[in-house]
């Protein structure tokens, strides 16, 4: 949309001119002047403004002489919002162009379009340039305040610059660029390049074709402030310096150099890996980049729960993982080296992970192949006893949906090794694992695992009570989050061993009562929860708790009722009120078949009676049993020195001391 007015003569007139273009922007100039003889207009510029994004104005007027093949302004003063520039004279003719200048407070996010809106710089510079059969003058671009901030992903990343300065030299047919920098995060860069020129249409440009040479010297002292690009469980530390040469052509450029790094750190803190005191050595050539060596150093200084490990052999050396390999530059394929000796890969109080061994990865032809065997030195995982929160998979997040990600060819073939120190607790476990398997996967297809984890020794903790795992199997076949299972797990030292044998795979698995002598299941599950036979009359809390476990195995499942999750708190092995006489109790019977040791008494009053047991060893259980009537109490203590004689002590209202040997034969309840 342009309006435009003129009104006078040839000689002399005044112009009025007023556009707006793509709707936002918008100029208006006035000025005055005459068209001579030689059809050039010469005349004042009186305003000149420019609206929109990046708005300036012409401060004052200036001269302005305009021909077919003639521009010359005087000097001109503009000024935008923040930033002033002034043109001190300005000449150009088809065979040369002369101008000089100065300009300060220019935002650095006007002509820096890879500069984020946050950033703060502003700079300040000036020119003096005389292009005709040569190039001659200099470019100079200078900080003046502020900072440079770029956006990586969905981070901020400020340099903290301290120092800026580009000089461009025209000197004749070529230019040197040179650039010095310093900041309290980016270091200090140093570089130089020294490029030829060519005249092209009246006008100079880079020779494509013509040699070029030049450096570039980094060093930044520290890299910790890139943690924010790693992610917020991430932390970076360590020196690197870096030294480059560039050759080659402008149409073709050629880098090589030399980049490394001292005192390198790397924390996970989600994993608790800790790595520190590393070295790089990185060699660039025309054809590849060549890693040469990036050597980490793990210690290890959190102990892991439970005590089991030997920590302070584990931690005599430090650990140290190494790598090695190279990319083909163009296209793009690499190979990569690792191994780890010790190194601590977890070192969380529940999740502590010490492993040896080698690997590699290899990237050709847009396909990711990783190989390598593993070896726990040693480890101790404990998983959570309640579940991470999370929500139902029908719950969308207006707003917060993720664009689908291209699923990467990926090839694997990984051996692992628990070893013979990797202790395991949760889910009701406590055991220490063994054995190996192989994960493989090709292409974009699901992990698939080969081998059996298996335990050895440990307990269950199943339904308040602590069984003895006398198998316990995860085979692979298949896919790895489909193991087969074969577990068995009965409570000892009893009359009648009961437990419960898992089958079938983690997503389906298939539980029953086992029991030895074999027994009906009613009877199991009552030697497995109560410890006993089960009476014809049973106490409310014992109903609960064979209740809540024959719930729970017909789900599939370890189940818990409030009662039990109390005394597993506690640590109880009994909790329960029962009808009798401490006195009636505290009698052995002479002889007796499924009796009890009532028999032989000669008590008729009965009285409530509440008994706590914790045991205390493999085989020894002490309680404490009061009357909720009267002040009498004992204190027994039960050791169980085979699978049917135990050794009975009882000091209290009645103090006595004595064996007790049950059996069982057929399919009957144990006598005692």
Sequence with gaps: DLSLRVDGQQSRHRVELAARIEGEHAVQATGSGGLGADRVWSGDVETLTWRGPNAFRLVGRTHLEVGLDQVVLRQATFAGDEWQATLNALRWTPDRLQSSGRFGGLPARLVLPLAAPPSSLYVGGDWSIDFSERADGSVNVFRERGDLAF?????????????????????????????NASGTRAGTLDG???????????????????????????????????????????????????????AGTAAAPVTTGQASGSELQLRLLDYGLDLGGGTLQLDMTPETVRLQRLELVSVATQRPHGGRLDFKGLTAQPGRLTAEGEIVRGSGDSRFDLRAEHLAVSQLPDRWVMMSGSGGARFTQGRLAISGELRADAAYVELATVGQPSMSADVVVLGNREKPRPIPRIGMDLKVDLGDSFYFQGAGIQSRLAGAVRIAADSRDQLHGIGSVHTVGGTFDAYGRALTIERGILNFNGLVTEPGLNVRAVRKNLPVEAGVEVTGTLSDPKVWLVSSPEVPDAEKLAWMVLGRAPEKTLSGQDADLLLSAAMALRSGNQGRAPLQSLMQGLGLEELSITSGTLEAQSRFPTSSVAGTFAQGSSAIVTEQIATVGKRIGTNTVLSYERSLVSAENIVKLSVELTQGLSLIGRVGADTTVGLLYTFAFGGATPGR
Aim: aromatic share 8%; net charge positive; glycine share 10%.
């Design 151 to 179: 956006k990586v992903g969905d981070e901020m990343l400020f340099l903290g610059l301290e120092r800026l300065q580009f000089t461009t030299k025209f000197n004749g047919r070529q230019a040197e660029l040179s650039v």
């Design 192 to 246: 130089r390049l020294t490029a030829p020129l060519q005249p092209a249409e009246g006008h100079w440009t880079l020779a494509r074709n013509a040699p070029w040479q030049g450096g570039l010297h980094l060093d930044v002292p520290s890299i910790a402030w890139l943690s924010s690009l790693a992610g917020e469980n991430v932390r970076l530390g360590g020196r690197l310096q870096a030294d480059m040469r560039l």
